[in-house]
């Protein structure tokens, strides 16, 4: 089967030492779960040792998420690097005629089909890993946050009232002696 997104790197597998680069952009387009402004863009480098095929990437992303403070869509450049290593197995067709090497490939998701990479998959990997874990408007933790008060939160009272936190100590005790 024949799919859209693979990159060719049996050069680079075949002729260690052989540097194979790759434009990418790519819309991830199947990707329901992130919310991207624009299609991911970079360079995408292959270079094999004989023993392990080197995959280097760097990226951008201009991703929508939510504000962890007032919920609010928060649009976010993101650069994002990736560096991996994947076993290699066999030899090298330019180091003997009639061998063959391949990339061995045992991650949960498949990212190789033979020697080409399922750019979409490998690069949605290395963009979950780089989303900030609490993004936050421009607004930050202190201040009154403008979208907070759209939403109708109560933003005037610090987070962290004296009153309320002995409230939440008291109930976490009532919840300890169950
Ligand atoms: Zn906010």
């Known amino acids: ?3 859209t997104g693979l990159l060719d790197l049996n050069e ?4 260690p030492g052989k540097r194979l680069q790759f434009e990418v952009n790519t819309a991830l387009a199947s990707e329901e779960d992130l919310d ?6 970079g360079t ?23 504000c962890a403070r007032c919920t609010e869509p928060l649009t976010v450049d993101l650069p994002f690097t990736m560096e991996d ?12 005629s009639d061998s063959y090497a391949q990339v061995v490939c045992d991650e949960l998701y498949q990212l190789f089909d033979k020697n080409a990479l399922h750019q979409d ?12 874990l609490q993004p936050i408007c421009s607004f930050g933790w202190d201040g009154a946050c403008p979208n907070a008060k759209q939403a109708n939160l109560e933003v005037e009272e610090p987070h962290g009232r004296p009153e309320m936190l002995k409230l939440e100590q008291f109930r976490r005790a009532e919840e300890g002696k169950e």
Do not use: C, D, H
């Open 1 to 3: 089967m024949r799919r």
């Open 12 to 15: 680079a597998v075949q002729n």
């Open 36 to 41: 991207l402004v624009e299609a991911v863009s």
């Open 44 to 66: 995408l480098e292959a270079v094999s040792t004989g023993n392990a095929l080197l995959i280097k990437g760097q990226f951008k992303a201009k991703i929508v998420l939510e």
């Open 85 to 96: 290593e994947f076993e290699v197995e066999g030899i090298p067709s330019s180091y003997a």
């Open 121 to 132: 998959t490998y690069i949605r990997q290395g963009l979950i890993v780089s989303l900030p």
